[in-house]
């Protein structure tokens, strides 16, 4: 099944996922490695090799785990509780849902501002200190930040490696 058309079909759905690590309504990492897999097997792995593909999916296994972890840790860094942290993801996911249904805010902004929202509230009914409680959502918002920023590197490097082996191996 060697063609051109393969090739392109799986780098655009390729560059849909490098735009996923950085608007979350998009599926990311986890896209780009679909993409390769089904493109690596309709070949029979004959220009993406068994290697290249086998390094992508140890960097998509660590940009997937990367989401959580930087947050998290971040989130910690800042001194926040555990309780806080687990705050934020429950806000994320019902912000994500309300985002959804509530007109002009829309579901990756709701995430986001849930998330946030829910660190922020647990931290300043444990501590009742604004200030704290703000680093505590400021230190959360910077891990979500650097959490994008690897997944789009290592996407990045995902896309780069499809490329280098498929693309300038000369898909016909």
Known sequence: M??????????????????????????????????AAIYAVAEGFAT??????????????????????LTQAATRVSGASRKA?????????IGFVLGSFIGGIGAAPGGIIGALGGVVAVEYLNRKNLRDAIRAGGGWLAGCLASRLA??????????????????????
């Open 48 to 69: 993406l090799t068994p290697v290249a593909f086998g390094v992508m999916t140890v960097l998509a296994a660590i940009g997937l785990v990367s989401d959580f972890f």
């Open 151 to 172: 997944q789009f590197l290592i996407a990045l490097a995902m896309v780069v490696i499809f490329v280098w082996q498929v693309g300038f191996s000369g898909p016909s």
């Open 85 to 93: 942290a687990l705050a934020g993801v429950v806000g994320g996911i």
């Open 2 to 35: 060697r063609s051109d058309l393969a090739f392109w079909l799986a780098l655009i759905a390729m560059v849909v996922g490098l735009a996923g690590t950085v608007l979350p309504a998009l599926p990311g990492i986890a896209l780009i490695w679909i993409a």
